[in-house]
């Protein structure tokens, strides 16, 4: 268990000093919501009291997708998978490792927005704090086990970049976070509602924790564990 604790916080130390997961987990989604939150707000009023969820559903889809893919290709992709076969250490540990070291960034990350949006643009906070933290870690727990499947799927850095794109910009664009999503046409609403973000975002919402919204997310999450699963028995095997 020791050993365990000590490489989350070893992974969680070289992540900080990566500057893909800064950049994927810190830089990119702090500037759009320090940079796109006063527009929204002003363009929209009404967006105060949403855009604490909005900007978060944006963070963590930016640093589950196209942050923690790269870094597993990195592990599995390269001689660290035959550094955990050499020392006798389980193939999965380098997944579980980067997984609860993206969510801890990410959870810091969503703190920061939280604590500022009502600072900076006089957003709305969460009227249950303790059921929109138990959202945001299922939320976030969904999308990193569908960032995980892209970076032990796609074996090519360019390949990856293009496939988290083709999640990641649906995942914002038609979760409803910017623009009403009723505004869109039919088949591009219920297209929305395939990605995590879609109901992510309903369950952050105060009075959103219901089973219509937990239910997709939990069914997500097992499925998505159950891949990862038969996709490190493949690299086991390897």
Request: include cysteine.
């Amino acid at each position: 268990m020791n050993g365990f604790l000590y490489g989350v916080a070893l992974q969680c130390k070289l992540d900080i000093r990566s500057k893909s997961l800064f950049v994927t987990c810190y830089l990119v989604p702090l500037l759009f919501f320090l940079l796109m939150s006063g527009i929204f707000t002003s363009v929209m009023p009404e967006m105060r009291n949403t855009l604490i969820q909005s900007m978060i559903v944006m963070s963590v889809s930016m640093g589950a997708f196209v942050g923690l893919p790269p870094t597993l290709i990195e592990t599995y992709g390269g001689d660290v998978k035959n550094v955990y076969k050499a020392n006798g250490v389980p193939v999965c540990f380098g997944l579980v490792t980067m997984f609860l070291s993206s969510f801890v960034h990410l959870m810091i990350t969503c703190i920061v927005i939280l604590l500022l949006a009502p600072i900076l643009f006089d957003a709305a906070l969460p009227a249950h704090l303790p059921l929109f933290f138990l959202a945001l870690a299922i939320y976030i727990m969904v999308s990193l086990s569908i960032g995980s499947i892209l970076g032990l799927t796609v074996k090519n850095q360019a390949k990856l970049t293009m496939m988290a794109q083709l999640v990641f910009l649906p995942s914002i664009m038609l979760s409803g976070i910017m623009f009403p999503i009723d505004l869109l046409p039919g088949f591009l609403e219920t297209a929305g509602h395939i990605f995590p973000a879609f109901r992510g975002y309903r369950l952050m919402l105060d009075h959103g924790f219901h089973f219509e919204n937990l239910w997709y997310l939990i069914l997500t999450f097992c499925m998505a564990v159950i891949i990862c699963g038969i996709l490190l028995k493949k690299q086991k095997s390897k």
